[in-house]
Nanobody, 119 residues
């Protein structure tokens, strides 16, 4: 049974940082990624990582501020978020699936973790 469990969300002030984790179990996928969904908006891609290569891909909104990494031994992916703004407030989801260009085609989703950035 595939499970993706996010953690690390919370409340942070603008300009602050958070690190999200996604612990995966059940099987290994070729790619993992982060998505987010703000209130009233569609879910959007944040970035992803090729699991075997470690190659990372980012949406324009994440470039320069967010960093995705993984720990193969722990089957865990991370999202380091710096210089957060209130516009980053959203539920952040971990996903696993196949590489699709610079992104990921998700087969499985985590339950999400709330990130709230106060001004």
């Amino acid at each position: 049974q595939v499970q993706l469990v996010e953690s690390g969300g919370g409340l942070v002030q603008a300009g602050g940082s958070l690190r999200l984790s996604c612990a995966a179990s059940g099987r290994t996928f070729r790619a993992y990624g982060w998505f987010r969904q703000a209130p009233g908006k569609e879910r959007e891609y944040v970035g992803g990582i090729g699991w075997s290569t470690g190659s990372t891909f980012y949406a324009d909104s994440a470039k320069g501020r967010f960093t995705i990494s993984r720990d193969n031994a722990k089957n865990t992916m991370y999202l380091q978020m710096n210089s957060l703004t209130p516009e980053d407030t959203a539920v952040y989801y971990c996903a696993a699936g196949a590489l699709l260009g610079p992104g990921i085609e998700p087969d499985y989703w985590g339950q999400g973790t709330q990130v709230t950035v106060s001004s």
